[in-house]
């Protein structure tokens, strides 16, 4: 994949944007030459991959093919030199312009033209220089889910977002990664969240460029992960109900990879305490479930407290349920646990006892590591976890 920067005025590579402000020219003539001589001195940034910048070039002559209207190869237009803008111009049969457009992921560019455009890209093998323009990283999270715009996901892409601001790096976020992805340029993936279909993109991906997954489990040495200690956090969220004298407690979530990990720790809580495991209490739930018919059949088991985790909100479902539609009160008839929730679990009643995952600092961690991939730099360090905390409230 290639990118290159968008002739924006006043951008870091115009070296001479003092001139227009300082020139006493303010014709509209003066101007627009100004911004041609800008134009010309920026585009020669695309270099074959793994080979060093060469000096700007004057605009190479037209092969006699092309003038006899033939239809350039990459062959013919290379010839034993290094490749530019303008020959992955004329291998599209576009204007420079159009090539900027394309690999900035600028709009007015019909999806055939773009299309064109990075296959021509592709033929030449161009790559531009990270360090002379501004990098896009894909911020990927699975479309059908609704935490996307609340929650979990909602969290960490806002927290992503703002870290890849303050470094200068782009962020796009797709709607639909299958129709838009093929034809945007990027420089790395951030995978929030996905599902198999989704899953099978990115590992196609992941072979031509640098992919960050985050809290992906089962966790993989090779891949790049950045995640919170999940199992310990289902472990304290047990540990905490038996020491509060609970003996039955029960976990709610659905069959996802995370809740799995967590579902481990809660587990391994109770084997240490020497409480029986009641699969009825302790199983996950499949997507033909919902959460009334699931926390019903728990309370029904006898359990005495439940854990529900996770950052987008299913802890206060829970709580609903319990108090609205079947009438308990928390905590005196059942106790409950469940994920943090910034500004929200704090002011419910009674205030939520959670288990607070550090969405910031994970962000933070992502960038980090997406910053130093994207500029060529070899990371040991592929696996990073972080520590959970468990916030005491009233909900116990």
């Given at each position: 994949?290639i ?6 005025y006043?951008?870091?590579r115009?070296d ?8 006493p ?21 695309l ?12 605009v ?8 006899a ?10 010839a ?20 900027s ?5 600028r ?32 911020i ?8 996307r ?17 303050k ?13 838009e992805?093929?034809?945007?340029f990027?420089d ?10 989704l ?11 640098p ?10 040495p090779?891949?790049y ?11 304290l ?30 587990k391994k ?11 009825q209490?302790?199983s ?19 359990a ?36 943090e929730?910034?500004?929200v679990?704090?002011?419910?009643n ?7 995952e ?8 992502v ?10 730099e070899?990371i ?17």
């Open positions: 994949m990118g290159f920067p968008a002739l924006r006043g951008s870091p115009n001479h944007a003092d001139v227009e402000r300082n020139s020219a303010k014709n509209i003539t003066s101007r627009l030459s100004l911004h041609i001589f800008n134009a010309i001195n920026a585009y020669p940034l270099v074959p991959v793994k080979k060093s910048i060469v000096k700007k070039k004057s190479p002559s037209v092969s006699p093919s092309a003038k209207g033939t239809k350039p190869t990459a062959f013919s237009l290379l034993g030199k290094k490749a530019t803008i303008y020959d992955l111009a004329r291998l599209a049969n576009v204007s420079p312009g159009t090539v457009r394309v690999l900035n992921n709009d007015r560019v019909k999806p055939e033209t773009r299309e064109s455009v990075l296959r021509a890209a592709a033929e030449l093998n161009l790559k531009p220089q990270a360090s002379v323009r501004n990098r896009e990283v894909v990927l999270s699975e479309p059908t889910y609704p935490d715009f609340g929650g979990y996901s909602a969290t960490l892409t806002a927290h992503l977002s703002y870290a890849f601001s470094r200068n790096i782009g962020v796009l976020l797709p709607s639909n990664p299958f129709e992805l093929p034809t945007k990027f790395g993936i951030v995978v929030v969240t996905q599902d198999k279909a899953r099978e993109l990115v590992t196609e991906l992941e072979k031509r460029m992919v960050v997954h985050i809290d992906k489990f089962p966790i993989d090779t891949e992960i950045v995640c919170s200690d999940h199992f310990n956090s289902g472990y969220a047990a540990k905490h109900f038996i020491e509060r004298g609970k003996r039955k407690p029960a976990f709610l979530g659905p069959n996802y990879f995370p809740f799995a990990e967590r579902l481990r720790g809660f809580a109770l084997a240490d305490a020497d409480l029986p495991i009641d699969e209490r302790t996950l739930f499949g997507p033909e479930s919902n959460h009334v018919s699931v926390v019903t059949r728990i309370v029904r088991s006898g005495d407290s439940i854990y529900a985790p996770g950052s987008s909100f299913e802890a206060l479902e829970c709580l609903h349920i319990l108090s609205y539609v079947m009438g308990l009160k928390v905590p005196q008839e059942i106790s409950l646990i469940g994920g929730n910034e500004r679990t704090a002011l419910l009674p205030p939520l006892t959670t288990m607070e550090p969405l910031h600092e994970m962000a933070e961690k960038v980090s590591m997406m910053d130093r991939l994207t500029m060529g070899v040991a360090e592929r696996n990073v976890m972080l520590p959970i905390r468990l916030i005491d409230r009233n909900s116990v």
